[in-house]
């Protein structure tokens, strides 16, 4: 097999960007899963993109935001479609500068980049809504995921918004719902033409999935109580805590 047919199999393997975390920046090391499906959204068949959302599993480093510095995560996911194992770089705003969590990053892979910003309240237990807003360029591929002649090959680019909550405590679930909406670069090489045809066609899509997330060194205050312990109750007045 040529080499060139080498990699369009390992691109039409490739997932669509999907941010695993939450705006808030988690100290120490995370570990996670990610998995969904998506729906097209064309009522022709022609504009059919076949985009699948991140599937795969990885680790993240974060150090938290204070009052003065900014918080930073850098994350790794290895992919099922492995050209699209990814690199994700997020720098979360100084916690005294708004009164919500927000940050901006990029996810960076052999199949696709995704600049992206993140906006939410995060309560202390780590579960709350954020919203996440990406525009993703994606590499070229074989449309329908096949290697058929004549050859056709799709370029996406879109936006990607999403919305997205997380449940509390250090073993947390993502549910995210996110939009694909955009256009895409289809380059026909039929042997009994000259040249490559080349037309625009829309993308129009919903992926919808989940992320599984632990926290090896949750910050303190984000774990439930144990079942049956008494509540703290603060010490009188003058003595110390």
């Keep these: 097999m040529r080499f060139s047919a080498i990699v369009l199999l390992a691109s039409a393997a490739a997932c669509a960007p999907v941010v ?3 705006p808030r920046v988690e100290p120490g090391v995370t570990l996670y899963g990610t998995m969904g ?31 003065s ?8 996911t290895y992919s099922a479609g492995f050209i699209s194992s990814e690199v994700d770089l997020y720098v ?7 009164d919500l969590d927000a940050g901006a990053g990029v996810l960076a892979a052999g199949s696709h980049v995704m600049p992206y910003v993140q906006l939410g309240r995060m309560r202390p237990d780590g579960s709350g809504w954020y919203t996440t807003q990406g525009f993703a360029w994606m590499a070229e591929r074989a449309i329908g ?4 002649d004549p050859l056709v090959q799709v370029t996406p680019r879109y936006w990607a918004p999403a919305i997205a909550y997380r449940t509390r405590g250090r073993y947390g679930v993502h549910v995210y719902a996110s939009g694909a909406l ?15 045809r080349t037309e625009r066609q829309p993308v129009r899509a919903v992926l919808m999935g989940v992320v599984f997330d632990v926290q090896t060194d949750p910050p ?11 509540p703290a109750v603060p010490p009188p007045p003058g003595q110390p805590r």
Excluded: K, N
Excluded at 69 to 76: A, E, L, N
Excluded at 145 to 148: I, P, R
């Design 20 to 22: 695993t975390h939450s």
């Design 37 to 67: 499906g998506s729906r097209s959204l064309c009522s022709q068949e022609a504009c059919d993109t076949d985009l699948v959302p991140q599937m795969g599993g990885g680790a993240r480093y974060g150090r938290v935001a204070t009052d």
């Design 69 to 76: 510095t900014p918080g930073f995560s850098v994350g790794f």
């Design 92 to 98: 979360q705003a100084p916690a005294s500068q708004l």
């Design 145 to 148: 995921w096949t290697l058929d």
């Design 182 to 196: 955009g256009s895409a670069r289809v380059t026909t090489h039929d042997p009994d033409e000259s040249a490559p």
């Design 220 to 230: 303190p205050g984000s774990l439930p109580p144990a079942r049956g312990a008494a």
